[in-house]
Nanobody, 120 residues
Framework: QVQLVESGGGLVQPGGSLRLSCAAS????????MGWYRQAPGKQRELVAT???????NYTDSVKGRFTISRDNAKNTVYLQMNSLKPEDTAVYYC??????????????WGQGTQVTVSS
């Protein structure tokens, strides 16, 4: 089993910045592509950004140029630096990891979510 624990959400004014972190833990696991998704009230969960084990990144159009995803493979941690935040970025942000364990094989893992609120 792999556990993903997020941190770093909160309340920020429009134009401000936040940095989200997500650490993966468990026994004898591998984490491959990691990413961030978000779900606003009344909307479906959407992809924000992903980063592969080799560092290739992908972003949804609405965050390009404002958000940066990165990872530290030694720490099994993925980050999301969010700058120039807008009210429409308000959502619960979820960490996702494509992982593998000897016991369960390949699986998709999710964190518990962290609230990001952009408001004046």
């Amino acid at each position: 089993q792999v556990q993903l624990v997020e941190s770093g959400g909160g309340l920020v004014q429009p134009g401000g910045s936040l940095r989200l972190s997500c650490a993966a833990s468990g026994s004898f696991f591998r984490i491959f592509t990691m990413g961030w998704y978000r779900q606003a009230p009344g909307k479906q969960r959407e992809l924000v950004a992903t980063v592969t084990l080799g560092g290739n990144t992908n972003y949804t159009d609405s965050v390009k140029g404002r958000f940066t995803i990165s990872r530290d493979n030694a720490k099994n941690t993925v980050y999301l630096q969010m700058n120039s935040l807008k009210p429409e970025d308000t959502a619960v942000y979820y960490c996702n990891g494509a992982g593998w364990t000897p016991a369960d094989g390949a699986n998709d893992y999710w964190g518990q979510g962290t609230q990001v609120t952009v408001s004046s």
